[in-house]
């Protein structure tokens, strides 16, 4: 940590050069007062780096919570600070082009307001997301009501809810930890998340593409603005595209190249990204771009200007994913396993010179396990690992074996003499899940995350300690704000659908039950057949035949009710609706009674 170059002060330039004016104050609230966003809890950062925090990562913190409009080049500007991500925009013949609008449209409003002020009081004539993420889409109805073109990678609508669908319970529990959401903004607590500060807690929306990008080497003029695209599908996101806009020699690189090393397997958890994969685009970016650009943005952290400053950064992004890739893979083939190749792992020295190729959202750490995981998944080809008893039964057994709880407990005082943190914590939890009720271990072990998450050079990992600690001594903190808003469920296909009733089947519950529902969706004129048996609901498109023990006749709205429970628990928005039906309709009450709820606020650091 000493010999990182600190007198470097390129990036402090960077994030200041072109710099307009700031949103002041720097808060957003929806129109009953509510905030959404406030960027001023960090005015703390201004200080220097205290013993609570990783130098490295107050640093970046510094970086990223500057807020502001920001002028990238000519017609191009960025609003920064006003959310996890930028917006971009790109001035036409007639008006603006937005590209990424935030993750809620009151941020995304406020970020277009900030602009005109400075700018004039331009059109929204077009959108560009860059990749189906929700912080480069969820503000678009903060900056238009449609009416504009609308440009996405192909395959974005899919990929745009696909994620959040099937594990979305999970991941937005999981995101609260990752990002820190219930951490007071402090040089104790939440530092931002490497990427940015946070995601904003507004109003998430969903406007369909209507131009979709399907190949590299596509152009398109919008509002007079010619744009060069290059599709990166399967890296950051599974849509994603960078491109140009060769008149103003201004390069978008989406999220695939920022100013961190990104996630390969982000830890709120998703499917597992490809690190291979991103460096060819990344290989390709240049090849196809450098020579045509003076300055290189993202929709995360600061521009980079001048042709060689582009290629040395974008090489230098490509080489650490191909490096973690390709070392991952030699080792794993010498028989290491995922855990034993995190340990080894080392970021070339010439690299760890660099800043933008830090862990500050990703870690070479858990991006290696992801990397190993992408191949060989979870099993270490260890029998020993096989069949291993789950977490409160192990605790019980460690516990037991090594003498009982205060006997547990003194071994991991020592280790924390020691300043093994890592074991500590590992025996804490032991003792922990075989007896949550113990208040010692539980403070100690809090203690003990505490250290670890402020000690973390990246924010993720200091967000999931703190906020575990934060659980340990006060409980689950409560659900994060849903992203299954009125457009996002539109957004979803019918099948989508049918497989999230399917996956809300308590199946022991169902394990007797045999029965065939038709669906009739009249506004879309679809039909779907979902059959019962073994527990598990089977959706099929277009049936043949009948057989079916029930028919029913709704729209597209009502089936959703039935899938969102209407507030009521699941299955009540149909129970008492007079939807158009044949046959026997107890059919329908003997699958909304085996439906289950997901639990928003499942227990993470405790049994
Ligand atoms: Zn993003």
Same mark, same amino acid.
């Given at each position: ?404 709880? @205060? #006997?547990?407990?003194? %071994? /991991?005082?020592? &280790?924390?003499?020691? $300043?093994?943190?890592?074991?500590? *914590? =590992?025996?804490? +939890? ?9 208040? @010692? #271990?539980?403070?100690? %072990? /809090?203690?003990? &995350?505490?250290?670890? $998450?402020?000690?973390?050079?990246? *924010? =993720?990992?200091? +967000? ?144």
């Amino acid at each position: 940590m000493a010999d990182l170059p600190f007198q470097d002060r390129t990036d402090f330039e960077h994030a200041d050069r072109g710099f307009i004016a700031k949103l002041t104050p720097g808060v957003v609230r929806t129109s009953d007062g509510e905030v959404v966003w406030d960027n001023d809890a960090y005015d703390f950062l201004a200080g220097d780096c205290p013993q609570t925090a990783h130098p490295s990562l107050w640093r970046q913190a510094q970086l990223c919570a500057r807020q502001g409009l920001y002028e990238v080049t000519d017609g191009v500007y960025q609003v920064r600070g006003l959310d996890l991500s930028n917006m971009t925009l790109v001035e036409g013949d007639t008006g603006v082009i937005v590209i990424d609008p935030l993750v809620s449209a009151e941020c995304a409003a406020a970020a277009l307001r900030l602009y005109r002020d400075h700018r004039g009081d331009r059109p929204v004539t077009g959108v560009v997301y860059t990749h189906s993420h929700v912080d480069h889409f969820g503000g678009v109805r903060g900056v238009t009501d449609g009416n504009v073109p609308i440009l996405a990678p192909a395959h974005f609508m899919e990929h745009a809810v696909a994620e959040n669908v099937y594990a979305g319970n999970a991941m937005n529990r999981r995101a609260l930890y990752m990002y820190g959401q219930r951490l007071p903004r402090s040089p104790e607590g939440q530092l931002g998340c490497g990427l940015g500060m946070g995601t904003s807690q507004g109003t998430v929306s969903l406007i369909p593409p209507t131009v979709d990008i399907t190949r590299t080497g596509q152009e398109e003029t919008v509002d007079g603005v010619r744009v060069v695209f290059q599709l990166t599908p399967g890296t950051e996101a599974p849509a994603e595209m960078n491109f140009l806009f060769p008149d103003r020699r201004a390069l978008c690189l989406a999220e695939n190249a920022t100013h961190n090393l990104h996630n390969v397997l982000t830890l709120r958890g998703a499917v597992v990204r490809d690190a291979r994969v991103w460096a060819r685009y990344l290989t390709e970016a240049v090849e196809l771009f450098a020579d045509r650009a003076d300055v290189a943005f993202a929709s995360h952290h600061w521009p980079t200007w001048g042709r060689d400053d582009i290629v040395t950064f974008l090489s230098q992004q490509r080489d650490l994913y191909a490096y973690l890739h390709d070392q991952t893979l030699r080792l794993l083939n010498q028989g290491l396993t995922g855990a034993e190749i995190a340990e080894v792992m080392q970021v070339p020295p010439a690299l760890e010179q660099v800043w933008h190729t830090h862990g500050y959202y990703g870690s070479v750490s858990h991006n290696v396990k992801a990397i190993y995981q992408r191949y060989l998944g979870w099993f270490d080809g260890n029998p020993a690992h096989l069949w291993e008893h789950p977490p409160i039964e192990q605790a019980r057994r460690y516990v037991e074996s090594f003498g009982g709880t @205060s #006997a547990v407990v003194g %071994l /991991a005082d020592r &280790y924390i003499e020691e $300043g093994d943190l890592r074991f500590a *914590a =590992t025996l804490l +939890n032991h003792v922990v899940y075989a007896d949550e009720n113990d208040a @010692s #271990a539980r403070r100690l %072990l /809090a203690r003990v &995350y505490t250290r670890l $998450g402020q000690g973390a050079e990246n *924010a =993720t990992w200091r +967000n999931f300690y703190l906020t575990g600690a934060g659980e340990l001594k006060n409980g689950p903190s409560p659900g994060s704000t849903s992203t299954t808003t009125p457009d996002m469920l539109s957004a979803l296909s019918s099948e989508q659908i049918f497989d999230s009733l399917a996956i809300r089947v308590n199946g022991p519950h169902a394990w007797n039950e045999r029965f065939a529902i038709d669906w009739h969706l009249t506004d879309l004129d679809e039909r779907h057949r979902t059959t019962m048996s073994n527990g598990a609901l089977v959706h099929q498109k277009s049936p043949t035949g009948n057989g079916a023990d029930l028919t029913l006749r709704l729209t597209r709205q009502r089936l959703l009710a039935l899938l969102a429970g209407d507030g009521d628990g699941p299955g009540h928005g149909l129970d008492h609706d007079g939807i158009d039906h044949d046959g026997d309709l107890t059919v329908l009450r003997r699958l909304t009674s085996v439906l289950e709820e997901p639990k928003p606020d499942f227990a993470i650091v405790t049994p």
